[in-house]
């Protein structure tokens, strides 16, 4: 018995549900933290809102729900073209 159709055909069918499992629709938006000086964004860090969601139960809330965390901040740089 040949098995390597039905070895291709299981890894295309894999293949499919990797794409699929790649970019699942978000249904809340990130958080994003500013820093603002003279009313000019200057830092930003962006979490994910499923790290920070609350719920009653331990399983279902997000990683750094009710925790002091340090955020590293992502500096914003303007390009100049010239």
Known sequence: MNKLPLFHSCDSLLMIFKLF???????MPDVFVWVIS?????AYQRIPARDLIYSIVD??????????????????????CI
Request: charged residues 30%.
């Open 21 to 27: 499992n790649l970019k699942p629709q978000q249904s």
């Open 59 to 80: 399983e279902e809330s997000g990683r750094d729900c009710g925790r002091v965390q340090t955020l590293f901040l992502k500096v914003l740089v303007k390009v100049i």
């Open 38 to 42: 003279s009313g000019k964004r200057t």
